[in-house]
């Protein structure tokens, strides 16, 4: 497998500003990435404890089988509003599975939901995204930096996230 971090991204602390591309970022375990202003820290409202939704993930291969569906010349690196965009590896058939990316750690939770503002993109990409077909949330467990070209590697199996 040759899989790697294809971009990085932080969202802004305005609602539904562009996301800020980055070279690097640094991942707290039970936190997310810092100076992201969507996750970074966030507790679940039912157990008060960290939430799980403290990454998201996305391939560069699923928005590019999307662009080609829907008659687009690609969708822009961060467009989707995924944390870290991927090359080379299946994510959605990860789920319960941790993967080291640099020197940090991820815990692949769930399946990401699509949300409305996939259709500011392209009118039915939403549509698209239904079904697992969107990218993952995770979980930090190991903190560590994260670069753009890391590789990826898939390690340890895990039952579920009580955070999400």
């Known amino acids: 497998m040759n899989a790697r971090v294809a971009s990085l991204h932080l969202h802004p602390a305005e609602g539904g500003a562009p996301l800020r591309a980055v070279e690097a970022v640094e991942a707290v375990q039970a936190k997310g990435l810092v100076d992201d202003a969507r996750y970074f820290g966030r507790l679940s409202r039912q157990t008060g404890q960290p939430s799980s939704r403290q990454v998201s993930l996305i391939e560069r291969e699923q928005l590019a089988e999307h662009a080609v569906a829907l008659g687009l010349g690609g ?6 509003r995924s944390n870290i965009e991927t090359q080379g ?13 640099g020197g940090a750690v991820l815990f692949i939770c769930a399946p990401r939901d699509p949300c409305a503002k996939m259709d500011a993109i392209c009118q039915g990409l939403r549509e698209r995204m239904l079904g697992h077909r969107q990218g993952v949330l995770a979980e930090v467990v190991r903190s560590g930096p994260i670069r753009m070209g890391d590789p990826i590697t898939v390690r340890e199996t895990r039952q579920g996230c009580p955070g999400l």
């Not at 969708?75 to 989707?80: M, R, S, V």
């Open 75 to 80: 969708i822009a690196p961060g467009a989707a």
């Open 89 to 101: 590896i299946d994510l959605v058939g990860l789920v319960g599975r941790e993967i080291a990316i």
